[in-house]
């Protein structure tokens, strides 16, 4: 089965431009999560979707959103972009959003802010 | 402040030697999880514990969950080059729906 995979594995922007990352979840798999991976913040919760509705999120601000496809495939989307937003982003799915919460990751999208 | 406390942050040991990770919060946990992250990839989940004492192995990593189900320790004994990571634990706190992650731990075993 194939894992998560995620696009573009590199991204280089500038100030003020905005971004949209992709994700497609392990086949089978409905629920996507994103997370934000800095140094100094660590890995950081953005939001969670689940049959193309957000179920939860976290504390980041409007900048930054989603949304989830009928597929289950979903995209992240970060507006007026600033110089800290540069990290890896990483996305992660699991078969429901209830249980253990086991998240199986993709290799992350690593954005630059210059 | 992080919901999920890893210690020590960097550690650098000889193959061979054996070494232990600790996770610590103030926190409830249905679960708990750890993970190891190598350059350039996502996390890769390694185990989950649910029960409090509970006591995992996985070849030479043991994973242990706290009594009161607030800590959880990793263990690594006679550790080689492979293990050589960032390793991540990561709760669901009682009664939340998404996981909070630790600090991390930089693991380096020197051949």
């Known amino acids: 089965k194939a894992g998560v995979t995620q696009t573009p594995r590199y991204l280089i922007k500038t100030r003020g431009q905005q971004v949209t990352l992709s994700c497609s979840p392990i086949?089978?798999?409905?629920?996507v999560s994103w997370y934000q991976q800095t140094p100094g913040q660590g890995l950081q919760f953005l939001f969670e979707?689940?049959?193309?509705?957000?179920?939860n999120k976290g504390n980041f601000p409007g900048r930054f959103s989603g949304r989830q496809f009928s597929n289950s495939r979903s995209e992240m989307n970060v507006s007026t972009l600033e110089l800290g937003d540069s990290a890896l982003y990483l996305c992660?799915?699991?078969?429901?959003?209830?249980?253990?919460?086991?998240?199986?990751f993709g290799p992350g999208t690593r954005l630059t802010v210059t | 402040t992080q919901l999920l406390e890893q210690s020590p942050q960097f550690l650098s040991i000889q193959e061979g030697e054996n070494l232990t990770v600790y996770c610590n919060s103030s926190?409830?946990?249905?679960?708990l999880q750890w993970y190891r992250q190598e350059p350039g990839e996502g996390p890769v989940l390694l185990v989950t514990?649910?029960?409090?004492?509970e006591v995992k192995k996985l070849k030479r990593l043991t994973f242990q969950f706290g009594d009161a189900r607030k800590d959880s320790s990793l263990h690594i004994t006679a550790a080689q080059p492979g293990d050589t990571g960032l390793y991540l634990c990561?709760?669901?706190?009682?009664?939340?729906?998404?996981?909070?992650f630790g600090t991390g731990t930089r693991l380096t075993v020197i051949p």
């Open positions: 992660a799915s699991r078969l429901r959003t209830s249980g253990t919460g086991e998240q199986y």
């Open positions: 086949s089978g798999h409905r629920s």
């Open positions: 979707y689940f049959s193309e509705t957000q179920r």
């Open positions: 926190s409830v946990f249905s679960s």
């Open positions: 514990v649910v029960t409090g004492g």
């Open positions: 990561a709760g669901l706190p009682t009664g939340a729906n998404n996981l909070f």
